[in-house]
């Protein structure tokens, strides 16, 4: 069905010694594909946390056409930025990185950038596959140079289908300013990133393209019949949750390189666990919005500290009932209390199948030594609007993959707890509890 899979390292012939404002990268490549480049950079003084001082943007063009932007949001230390550039001929081609000043914030200071590879994808393996079908991604206009809900990962899966097989894509952004409540969302989805599916692509059994889908407004999935370059779909962020559209009036764009997960068994926030530092910027966008308040009660909208939070990935059946969970932690004198989930609002509870985080606030200067046990109890659903209330069905745990905390520079530390089994929960009846040692 496809020819042998090549991955080739394109050979650099020139590198630009690092400039605040422009940077150059000549290779060459032996036979055409899709392209790689995993850059090196970092940005004195910036700080994606503070305002003013949030990140440098980068405008990247490819033998003088432009390709993309790229906001170093990751502060001064130098970080790895993997970027695709989509299909490149054979022969020599020319990277160009210059610091765009207008997109750029305030106060931050100059750049410094190295391209340390461009790996170019020849064949037909799932990864030149799914490199060339990757989307490219246009700004939301109300996002240009504000520093708000980037996209800052990009991941596919592979799912069988009955006429072969679809390439699934999905997009970590920092944040939404639309949808969900900021509390509500650690409640219920262990996080303030706001993950995103955007485009699907079936390929028949013998890979042609037979049909394309992507996430509109109203989380509507109809078929896409936009633009492309190359094999690259272009799409539009349209919604201030972050649905996408096939046009718009942006023309800046960004397009993280995709990388492939499988996620049998496993949340989709598995992806922010390969790359900690996502955790860090999810973080410092709260604090720079304003979101974060040590006394916020629920429903207000804020949250305390993301340090004093508990995450917990679990996988069951939660059907027509609603779950939550509850640690146990030691306060004073070795006394001992749960803390639920939910905060005691039926909206904070969990509603959906498969594997799913839940954060809960823990009381100020709790440590990860002083959670003690775990507790999944179940609830009856609060009905949809204009509709009857739904008796609920048991709620079925599975699996619990993973209980943290995160350390002091935001990102996740040791497992506290990994469990795989059976329990059932009715809603009203007794909880289910597993020791954490």
Same mark, same amino acid.
């Given at each position: 069905?496809?020819?042998?899979?090549?991955?080739?390292?394109?050979?650099?012939?020139?590198?630009?010694?690092?400039?605040?404002?422009?940077?150059?990268?000549?290779?060459?490549?032996?036979?055409?594909?899709?392209?790689?480049?995993?850059?090196?950079?970092?940005?004195?003084?910036?700080?994606?946390?503070?305002?003013?001082?949030?990140?440098?943007?980068?405008?990247?063009?490819?033998?003088?056409?432009?390709?993309?932007?790229?906001?170093?949001?990751?502060?001064?230390?130098?970080?790895?930025?993997?970027?695709?550039?989509?299909?490149?001929?054979?022969?020599?081609?020319?990277?160009?990185?210059?610091?765009?000043?207008?997109?750029?914030?305030?106060?931050?200071?100059?750049?410094?950038?190295?391209?340390?590879?461009?790996?170019?994808?020849?064949?037909?393996?799932?990864?030149?596959?799914?490199?060339?079908? *990757?989307?490219?991604?246009?700004?939301?206009?109300?996002?240009?140079?504000?520093?708000?809900?980037?996209?800052?990962?990009?991941?596919?899966?592979?799912?069988?289908?009955?006429?072969?097989?679809?390439?699934? !894509?999905?997009?970590?952004?920092?944040?939404?300013?639309?949808?969900? *409540?900021?509390?509500?969302?650690?409640?219920?989805?262990?996080?303030?990133?706001?993950?995103?599916?955007? !485009?699907? *692509?079936?390929?028949?059994?013998?890979?042609?393209?037979?049909?394309?889908?992507?996430?509109?407004?109203?989380?509507?999935?109809?078929?896409?019949?936009?633009?492309?370059?190359?094999?690259?779909?272009?799409?539009?962020?349209?919604? /201030?949750?972050?649905?996408?559209?096939?046009?718009?009036?942006?023309?800046?764009?960004?397009?993280?390189?995709?990388?492939?997960?499988?996620?049998?068994?496993?949340?989709?926030?598995?992806?922010?666990?390969?790359?900690?530092?996502?955790?860090?910027?999810?973080?410092?966008?709260?604090?720079?919005?304003?979101?974060?308040?040590?006394?916020?009660?629920?429903?207000?909208?804020?949250?305390?500290?993301?340090?004093?939070?508990?995450?917990?990935?679990?996988?069951?059946?939660?059907?027509?009932?609603?779950?939550?969970?509850?640690?146990?932690?030691?306060?004073?004198?070795?006394?001992?209390?749960?803390?639920?989930?939910?905060?005691?609002?039926?909206?904070?509870?969990?509603?959906? /199948?498969?594997?799913?985080?839940?954060?809960?606030?823990?009381?100020?200067?709790?440590?990860?030594?002083?959670?003690?046990?775990?507790?999944?109890?179940?609830?009856?659903?609060?009905?949809?609007?204009?509709?009857?209330?739904?008796?609920?069905?048991?709620?079925?745990?599975?699996?619990?993959?993973?209980?943290?905390?995160?350390?002091?520079?935001?990102?996740?530390?040791?497992?506290?707890?990994?469990?795989?089994?059976?329990?059932?929960?009715?809603?009203?009846?007794?909880?289910?509890?597993?020791?954490?040692?």
């Amino acid at each position: 069905m496809f020819a042998a899979d090549i991955v080739l390292l394109a050979l650099s012939l020139a590198v630009a010694a690092p400039s605040p404002e422009t940077y150059t990268h000549t290779f060459d490549v032996a036979a055409s594909g899709e392209a790689v480049v995993v850059m090196r950079a970092g940005c004195a003084r910036c700080a994606w946390g503070e305002q003013g001082r949030e990140a440098a943007a980068l405008r990247l063009s490819v033998d003088g056409t432009y390709s993309q932007h790229i906001l170093l949001a990751r502060g001064a230390e130098p970080a790895d930025y993997r970027v695709s550039i989509g299909a490149v001929a054979a022969g020599r081609h020319t990277l160009q990185i210059e610091r765009d000043a207008a997109l750029s914030a305030k106060h931050a200071g100059p750049a410094t950038m190295a391209v340390d590879e461009v790996t170019v994808l020849v064949g037909g393996s799932d990864e030149f596959v799914a490199q060339s079908m *990757a989307p490219i991604l246009h700004a939301r206009p109300n996002t240009v140079g504000r520093f708000t809900d980037l996209p800052i990962l990009m991941w596919y899966e592979i799912v069988p289908t009955a006429r072969g097989r679809q390439f699934r !894509y999905s997009v970590i952004f920092t944040n939404e300013d639309g949808g969900t *409540a900021t509390d509500r969302l650690m409640a219920t989805w262990g996080r303030t990133t706001d993950i995103e599916f955007v !485009y699907g *692509a079936e390929l028949d059994s013998a890979g042609r393209l037979v049909s394309e889908e992507f996430q509109g407004p109203g989380h509507e999935v109809p078929a896409f019949k936009g633009q492309h370059e190359a094999g690259h779909p272009l799409l539009w962020v349209s919604t /201030d949750n972050n649905m996408v559209s096939e046009s718009g009036p942006t023309r800046v764009r960004y397009a993280p390189a995709p990388e492939r997960f499988d996620l049998t068994n496993a949340s989709r926030e598995l992806v922010m666990d390969r790359h900690p530092w996502s955790y860090a910027l999810m973080a410092d966008e709260m604090k720079r919005e304003g979101k974060i308040a040590n006394d916020a009660p629920p429903n207000s909208g804020r949250i305390p500290d993301l340090r004093r939070y508990v995450f917990i990935e679990g996988c069951g059946e939660v059907g027509t009932a609603a779950l939550a969970f509850a640690v146990e932690v030691s306060g004073g004198r070795d006394a001992a209390t749960w803390v639920a989930s939910d905060r005691g609002v039926r909206q904070f509870r969990i509603v959906r /199948d498969g594997c799913f985080r839940a954060a809960i606030p823990l009381p100020p200067g709790t440590q990860a030594r002083d959670i003690h046990a775990l507790r999944a109890m179940a609830y009856e659903r609060p009905p949809a609007e204009g509709h009857a209330p739904v008796t609920p069905t048991p709620v079925r745990l599975t699996r619990i993959n993973k209980v943290f905390v995160l350390d002091g520079r935001y990102l996740p530390g040791p497992s506290l707890l990994q469990w795989e089994g059976a329990a059932t929960i009715t809603a009203g009846g007794p909880p289910f509890d597993l020791p954490i040692r």
